[in-house]
């Protein structure tokens, strides 16, 4: 069968066409990111048996989501492709003509020279005043879902970029308040919540810059607080200095005319007007009547063009200001270069989180749309930080009962999943919990983690697990795993320091099918228990990847549907629980419980990364050459931070995780008291 170029120059999702042959249009870092034998460092030393001498790779601290071997010969492509994941493409897109090329030269000046990458992102003026269309004034889950992504996309260029990366966020509050009678102050607020909530999440990556910071050019970005009143009173020369900026041969007309970018902001400008100043002075006449529907059309086209004069002012200043920097947009643009629109709502559009509010559906999944487009009757106002945040529809999975309900709350994780946390002074234990209604929350998060509850011993958390599901026993061990290093029982690496390879629970645990195949048999859940947790220097993280999340968003639908039709062959020498034979599986399978396609996969994991024993992994159908770049490339996209979440244990955490929904594995661990319990379930 032929394969889709998935791993080409172009940008992954935006390919359709099966060829034959992958070897000439593979872009030279994924060649070079290869883990396979043919990439083993010349520097490594290899007993005759193919083992590491001295510390094995895989044994290695990492600081990111990879292991460090993938990250050998990366370069200039690797960056580009990585922002590439975070961009909207809409229609009459020309990244592959020209923006690619403008955007790569961008970045090689960044790389050539080791430094951080800058990224500048203009964005977050305030809260809509339509009260049909937001919750408040200050930033809620809109704004911490956005900001939470920059980072992301900054801590996922440092994975492969020791230099690291910046988001310079330059809010355009003063550039448009004025036009929409947004007050100074509301704008000041506005702004302090968003520095707050960089703080409150440890996004490190986000910095600040003011609009009186492009006037002067040769002022140090500090990223300085100030107080409203001094904020306040220093707008008024500010603006007057703005106002005065002249754009060299700027021409509104001309420029609404044959710019992509400043149409559709113009037409989404006249969209949003019709909301924002419904209601206001603006569109009244002197006696206070309300004017006629053809002088409110005039009056708003009247407003979107002096936007869009403010806004040209305001990109000339960015541009003058950063003149290497990547440039982010939050409007749509066809991503020709200079500025590349930023996806803030993966699978919503271009909607912002300014104009909007963000609704939990009773699914686990997020919606984001006009306050007044949800119906009230379905929803609760969830609080944070002392103001309304976001909607979550009712649902009966979250009443775990009268004595429980008072004493948790429930925080939707990211990039996915649900913490439960209970007050340490309710004493609540595992044992007190509904576990139908854990089980279904499992199903729709992928994973519930749960803090703040007891401890059981064995024969508790085995016979409330048996309430969650039937208990997966294993012959060596039982009902319960001891994760915690034991190299004498012989599991490959799963008992050692060392990390493991990308994985699902079961994939060598075998059945025989309904044609008489020998076959997969994974459970369909992990329940963990944490006895004991390293401290943070110490490693041994389990990350946890979303894989319907990742062919939901991190590939295009033609090679989705190429890969469904294709199969992989995997194997691991036998060991004291499992391995020793050669399984033939789907990439593709569906979670009956979900309705979601997963991925199945297992990173192939070579005898010089490993002292002990290796897994190997072969996709079928296809030549030597692009099986190992397409299972790179599934590997690459396990790690992606956008699908892949990082978990420091707590001691006593209770962990639940959906064994088909996800795959999983666990970073590399100094020598310590690490271990958890871990029981499968059906």
């Known amino acids: 069968m032929a394969s889709p170029a998935l791993f080409s120059t172009q940008r992954c999702n935006a390919l359709t066409t099966p060829v034959t042959h992958l070897s000439s249009s593979f872009a030279p870092d994924l060649q070079s990111c290869s883990i396979h034998k043919s990439t083993i460092p010349q520097d490594s030393k290899l007993s005759a ?29 690797r960056i580009l492709d990585i922002v590439t994941r975070f961009l909207y493409f809409g229609a009459e897109d020309q990244f592959e003509v020209t923006g690619r090329s403008y955007l790569r030269r961008v970045i090689s000046r960044f790389v050539d020279r080791q430094e951080k990458i800058e990224l500048v992102f203009p964005a977050f003026p305030f809260k809509s005043p339509s009260e049909k269309k937001v919750l408040g004034s200050l930033p809620d889950l809109g704004e911490e879902l956005v900001l939470r992504r920059l980072d992301m996309l900054a801590q996922a260029i440092e994975d492969y970029h020791p230099p690291g990366a910046v988001i310079r966020i330059v809010s355009d509050g003063i550039v448009y308040g004025e036009i929409l009678g947004r007050s100074d102050s509301l704008v000041y ?13 440890s996004l490190e990556h986000i910095t600040f810059v003011r609009v009186a910071d492009l006037l002067d050019s040769s002022s140090i970005l500090l990223d300085d607080r ?16 703005f106002l005065g900026h002249v754009v060299p041969g700027y021409d509104l007309d001309t420029a609404i005319k044959n710019d992509y970018g400043t149409l559709m902001t113009y037409r989404g400008y006249l969209k949003f007007l019709v909301s924002d100043l419904d209601g206001t002075n603006m569109l009244k006449g002197p006696s206070g009547e309300h ?13 979107a063009r002096m936007m869009l004069e403010n806004g040209a002012r305001f990109s000339d200043l960015v541009a003058k200001r950063f003149p290497d920097a990547v440039r982010l947009s939050c409007h749509a643009h066809n991503n020709s270069g200079p500025k590349f629109a930023f996806a803030m709502f993966p699978g919503s559009g271009s909607g912002s989180p300014w104009h909007n509010t963000v609704i939990e559906r009773g699914d686990g999944s997020l919606s984001l749309g006009h306050l007044s487009s949800f119906d009230p009757s379905t929803y609760e106002i969830v609080h944070r930080y002392g103001r309304p945040y976001y909607l979550r529809e009712h649902s009966s999975a979250r009443d775990l009962g009268v004595k429980i309900n008072p004493h948790i709350t429930f925080a939707r994780h990211f990039p996915f999943g649900l913490v439960i946390e209970a007050e340490p002074s309710a004493n609540i234990s595992f044992n007190d919990l509904p576990m139908d209604n854990i089980r279904t929350l499992a199903n729709q998060y992928s994973f519930v983690l749960l803090r703040g509850f007891s401890s059981v011993d064995r024969d508790d958390f085995t016979q409330k697990s048996e309430e969650f599901g039937e208990i997966v026993t294993w012959p060596k061990f039982g009902a319960i795993l001891e994760l915690k290093e034991n190299p004498d029982l012989d599991m490959n690496s799963s008992l050692t320091c060392e990390s493991m390879p990308m994985h699902y629970d079961g994939v060598f645990k075998t059945k025989t099918d309904e044609n008489g195949e020998l076959t997969h048999d994974p459970p369909n859940f992990q329940i963990f228990q944490c006895l004991h947790a390293p401290e943070n220097d110490e490693g041994g993280k389990t990350l946890l990847s979303n894989t319907a999340d990742l062919l939901q968003h991190g590939i295009s639908p033609a090679v989705r549907e190429w890969l469904s039709k294709m199969t992989y062959s995997v194997y691991t020498p036998q060991n004291k629980v499992f391995g020793g034979d050669i399984l033939k599986l789907p990439l593709v399978m569906r979670n009956e419980a979900t309705g979601h396609d997963v991925l199945r996969w297992h990173e192939h994991w070579p005898q010089h990364v490993t002292k002990y024993k290796p897994a190997e992994s072969l996709i079928n159908g296809v030549s030597e050459e692009d099986s190992v770049r397409i299972g790179d490339r599934l590997t690459d996209l396990l790690y992606d931070r956008r699908f892949c979440y990082a ?26 008291r690490r271990e958890l319990w871990r029981i499968h379930a059906d």
């Open 49 to 77: 048996d193919g083992k590491p001498v001295g510390v094995a790779p895989a044994a290695i601290l990492q600081n990111g989501h990879r292991p460090q071997w993938i990250n050998i010969g990366c370069s200039v492509d």
């Open 189 to 201: 607020q506005y702004n302090a919540g968003l520095r707050s909530l960089i703080s409150n999440l």
């Open 226 to 241: 100030m107080t409203e009143s001094e904020y306040v009173n220093s707008i008024p020369s500010v603006r007057k200095q």
């Open 291 to 303: 004017l006629s529907r053809k002088s409110q059309e005039r009056v708003r086209r009247t407003v």
């Open 647 to 672: 978990h420091s244990w707590c001691t006593g955490d209770y962990l639940i995780a959906d064994n088909i929904e996800m795959m999983h594995t666990r970073t590399a661990f100094k020598p310590c």
